[in-house]
């Protein structure tokens, strides 16, 4: 079965994460599978293993996911759009795929519509159309305006076969954050969470005993990193190691290092899953993968939901998360190091929370989905 799976991350790298976790699924399967990634290179992601094309790259202009930025900071034009359609339906036509994954895609990146219309509309025009899914993660970030809902809902009517929603639903539904019709609902497939296989202990041992600070890998959380910073000097008891993301990682580090704080600054690693099983606590943002790795390895976590420019999804998650044992959720607008250190002591006073009843196996039922459906339509 050949897959193909259109994803584009603006800010954080997130989406991609899950594209590729979803991508070696696929490939474990025996499947052929190819990524299309519209967003910047994100090299301590693991690629092995998967085929992934390079789209010309985008970014958001911060929170502004209206203004798509180019590599070299000026607003993408539609020369470079139209660069990027051609290049993903000239995939679609190579491929021939059985199987069309649109990750977020109607339910979000509405600034890339033409470009997910023309590669839906390419694919319905195959001789063979394949099945065309969504892909979308537990909680969206919800309609501004009850139009949003209604064009998405006619996308899925017109063009697509099934909605992959990545999330267990006994602790999360699509109705928390997205309004469900009949129709809609007839169309949602739970999956579970999809997560990587649960971290194994780091061989060197990495982050034991440290309070491990992140902020996903993209190029947010400066204000994270400064009130941990301070939390550093107050608690100096403490190993605080400040994992950094996005490609300006080392130029932010020199504006955030305070010579007077203990915390060490360093740029996001590709073993920082490893070392979350030996780290004390950690301190992050609440996305689904880092929330994912949280519930994996059971880790004291004081969670600080990412709301910069009316973004609620990750406070959402976060309300979701803080009733279990071992979580606290802080908001931004309350995050100083004196509070980070509070929730700190909070989490690490809890008792271990168990999270087996959660289901992790979102990638593997992905391919099951997938693989019955295309069977159907053979």
Same mark, same amino acid.
């Given at each position: ?24 699924? #696929? ?24 085929? /992934? ?35 993903? =339906? ?16 109607? #339910?979000? !990146? !509405? ?16 001789? @063979? ?15 501004? +305006? ?41 169309? /949602? ?36 990193? @400064? *009130?941990?910073?301070?939390?550093? %000097? /107050?608690?100096?008891?403490? %190993? ?9 990682? +080392? ?20 073993? #920082?899953?490893?070392?979350? =099983? ?7 943002? =609440? ?6 790795? /949280? ?22 998650? *976060? ?21 980070? =250190? ?15 009843? #959660? ?20």
């Amino acid at each position: 079965m050949n897959v193909l799976i259109a994803v584009t991350h603006l800010l954080g790298t997130g989406h991609l994460a899950r594209a590729l976790t979803l991508a070696r699924a #696929f490939v474990a399967q025996g499947h052929k599978v190819q990524i299309l990634s519209g967003g910047g290179p994100a090299p301590q992601l693991d690629h092995s293993g998967v085929d /992934l094309l390079q789209l010309p790259p985008l970014r958001s202009d911060g929170v502004d996911f209206t203004r798509l930025l180019t590599p070299d900071g000026s607003v993408a034009d539609e020369f470079y759009h139209h660069s990027r359609r051609d290049m993903a =339906c000239a995939a679609l036509q190579t491929m021939q795929p059985d199987v069309l994954i649109t990750e977020l895609y109607p #339910f979000g !990146r !509405r600034s890339l519509r033409a470009e997910f219309n023309a590669l839906l509309e390419a694919a319905h025009r195959l001789p @063979r159309r394949p099945i065309v899914l969504a892909s979308i993660r537990d909680i969206l970030a919800p309609p501004s +305006k009850p139009k949003k809902a209604e064009q998405a809902e006619e996308i899925i009517s017109r063009y697509y076969d099934g909605v992959l929603v990545h999330s267990d639903p006994q602790a999360t539904r699509l109705e928390v954050s997205w309004p469900v019709s009949p129709a809609l609902a007839a169309k /949602l497939h739970y999956t579970g969470y999809v997560a990587p296989a649960a971290p194994t202990p780091h061989p060197d041992g990495a982050g034991a005993g440290e309070i491990l600070v992140s902020a996903g890998g993209g190029s947010v959380g400066d204000a994270l990193y @400064r *009130a941990a910073i301070e939390a550093s %000097t /107050l608690r100096p008891d403490l %190993t605080w190691r400040l994992l950094v993301g996005g490609a300006d990682a +080392k130029s932010r580090i020199d504006d955030l290092k305070d010579p007077t704080a203990p915390a060490i600054l360093e740029p996001a690693r590709p073993d #920082f899953r490893q070392m979350l =099983c030996h780290a004390k606590a950690s301190v992050s943002m =609440c996305g689904y993968n880092t929330a994912l790795d /949280l519930l994996q390895t059971g880790l004291p976590a004081v969670i600080v939901p990412f709301d910069a420019g009316n973004e609620v999804e990750q406070s959402l998650r *976060a309300q979701s998360l803080a009733p279990l044992d071992g979580f606290a959720a802080l908001r931004a607008k309350d995050l100083t190091g004196k509070t980070l =250190c509070q929730s700190l002591d909070s989490v690490l006073a809890a008792p271990a929370r168990n999270c087996d009843s #959660f289901r992790f196996d979102g990638a593997a039922r992905t391919v099951e989905i997938a693989a019955n459906m295309a069977q159907e339509r053979a």
